[in-house]
């Protein structure tokens, strides 16, 4: 594991993460509606930056809605699934990251809206995806040359989509990347007694978030759970998290299982960095620093 020191000021870190706790933070309480909490995202969403001079195309993969940025006919490609605790976020309230992804990297990134719980419970997201990834391949783009990624519970869901893939005997993509990725919903680290204080999350709001995505299915299922699976023969996976989110302790866990099984992994720890912070580019250094880590991943 890389632990990155940190290089931003004190007062811009602290004016994002304050920004953070009071905007953001209490959209993921249990008792807010996820039309609520999605309307809310989508307009925190604004206070971030795109990249300069690319702008998305509006696509469907498979039927599901989605927006590409760079050219059809790259060969090089990102399947990214955002996150957004499985109930809210979208292609826009990602924008800034994948945007930047598409432009450092040169790559065409997808950015598919996939259905949401609790309306649209597990496994309507996987099937999305899976959708979407079987669309590209349909497509023409060669498994080799394509790089799936998500944070958060995209990062959950990007786990649980390569599983089916190999339990499906499908080609499987050239590597995955999982930035602060929501792997395990029994949530084994929650009653640690030494814990970060996130800027956007709580146990409570997840474990809410948790129960109308598995609905009927056990938080055991590997498919709502993947760093519960098998996750021997995966390709290579980076992991990106900071130190300052309560996922940490089980993003450690699921980095050491999968180097366990032997998953080439690596995994970047950014000190005093929150919960997907990689969506603050063009602000802080630490998330301009992820995103050409995670362009340098998908270029190699």
């Not at 040169?106 to 609790?118: C, E, K, N, S």
């Amino acid at each position: 594991m890389k632990l990155h020191k940190v290089s931003s000021s004190a007062l811009l870190r602290g004016a994002l993460s304050g920004a953070l706790r009071l905007a953001v933070k209490p959209l993921f309480a249990p008792h807010i509606s996820p039309s609520l909490r999605r309307k809310g995202l989508e307009l925190a969403s604004l206070s971030t930056l795109n990249a300069r001079g690319i702008k998305p195309t509006q696509v469907k993969l498979g039927g599901v809605p989605a927006l590409r940025y760079g050219q059809a006919n790259n060969s090089t490609v990102v399947l990214y699934l955002h996150g957004g605790a499985y109930t809210a976020g979208s292609p826009g309230t990602h924008a800034s990251l994948t945007s930047h992804l598409a432009q450092t990297s040169g790559a065409t990134v997808f950015v598919p809206d996939y259905r949401l719980a609790p309306e649209h419970p597990y496994p309507a997201a996987l099937e999305d995806a899976c959708f979407c990834y079987q669309a590209l391949l349909e497509q023409g783009f060669k498994a080799a040359h394509i790089t799936v990624a998500g944070d958060s519970a995209g990062g959950g869901l990007a786990l649980s989509l390569l599983l089916h893939l190999k339990a499906e005997k499908m080609p499987l993509p050239k590597g995955m990347i999982l930035l602060s990725p929501w792997a395990d919903l029994t949530h084994p680290n929650a009653k640690a007694s030494a814990q970060p204080q996130d800027a956007m999350l709580t146990w409570a709001g997840l474990n809410a978030a948790a129960k109308g995505y598995a609905a009927n299915e056990a938080l055991t299922h590997s498919g709502i759970s993947p760093a519960l699976g098998d996750l021997s023969g995966l390709p290579p996976t980076l992991i990106i998290v900071g130190t300052e989110e309560i996922l940490l302790a089980d993003v450690k866990s699921l980095a050491a299982k999968l180097k366990q099984q032997g998953v080439s992994t690596e995994c970047e720890i950014y000190e005093k960095m929150w919960h997907v912070f990689p969506l603050h580019a063009r602000m802080l250094k630490e998330a301009d620093l992820a995103i050409h880590a995670m362009a340098n991943f998908i270029l190699n």
